[in-house]
């Protein structure tokens, strides 16, 4: 028991000793722990900051990839429009080169015909040195005689002309029954197909024409005329064309233009 009272003290002073120790041990510890917590701190407040930076220079380097699209789209639309530009230039420069062709070969023809043209004058140059003054006036003389009848002539033709014209108008109408003659039903004989008009030779009835007969604006018959008098004019009916007998006082009426029966 005694020894256990003197050896408790020493328990409890190592026990002390111990506690200090650890203490201190765990201080240490806290301490470095602190600092490291400290150090990771900054180091992760230092990386956030290089994320951010990361992530601006990220969003800078996209929105500089997409400029630099956009510059290529229009850098593409650029080329685009130069080659179309190039390929009208070069059309132009086809067509400027064939428009030079032709000129050069319109050119050479001119040359030739000058050349041509030259040659004639010079031949007919010489041809008026051996041509006698006299014989010039002479030959003018003669060709504004000829002139002169020549315009005779032509005045003589232009009055044979309106000569022929005129008798050709009176030749029509000589053997022409005017179009818009009209007349009257003299003698209607019916039964024997045929009847006579009022109209005759002085109103130019002419053989073979034919007149539609009509009775208060009904067509009645057609005649087509065989003899030809002064002042009358027999004509047969034509068949297939009689829907009523004619009468005395029926309006006859020339038909310009009949097909052949």
């Not at 180091?43 to 500089?64: R, Y």
């Not at 229009?74 to 009208?88: C, G, I």
């Amino acid at each position: 028991m005694k020894a256990l009272v003197k050896i408790a003290p020493i328990v409890v002073l190592i026990a002390c000793i111990a506690s200090l120790f650890f203490s201190y041990k765990l201080s240490g510890q806290r301490d470095g722990l602190r600092t490291d917590l400290a150090s990771t701190k900054s180091d992760l407040q230092q990386t956030q900051g290089k994320f951010a930076n990361t992530q601006k220079e990220l969003a800078d380097t996209a929105a500089t990839l997409k400029q630099r699209e956009s510059d290529l789209v229009q850098a593409k639309a650029n080329l685009d429009s130069e080659k179309l530009n190039l390929s009208l230039k070069v059309r132009e420069l086809e067509q400027a080169n064939a428009a030079k062709q032709a000129a050069d070969q319109q050119v050479a023809q001119l040359k030739e015909q000058f050349e041509v043209a030259s040659k004639a004058k010079a031949e007919l140059e010489a041809k008026l040195g051996e041509i006698d003054v006299v014989n010039i006036e002479d030959l003018g003389k003669k060709i504004q005689a000829l002139t002169d009848e020549n315009k005779m002539l032509a005045d003589k033709v232009a009055v044979v002309t309106t000569e022929s014209q005129q008798l050709a108008q009176k030749l029509t109408e000589a053997t022409t029954t005017p179009a818009d003659l009209r007349g009257k039903v003299a003698l209607a004989k019916s039964q024997w197909n045929f009847l006579v008009m009022d109209i005759g030779r002085d109103s130019r009835v002419q053989p073979n024409s034919q007149f539609l007969v009509y009775r208060d604006s009904l067509l009645v018959a057609k005649a087509k005329v065989t003899t030809v008098y002064p002042n009358s004019s027999v004509a047969d009916l034509v068949p297939g064309f009689t829907t009523r007998a004619p009468q005395e006082g029926d309006l006859v009426v020339f038909q310009a233009q009949d097909k052949k029966l």
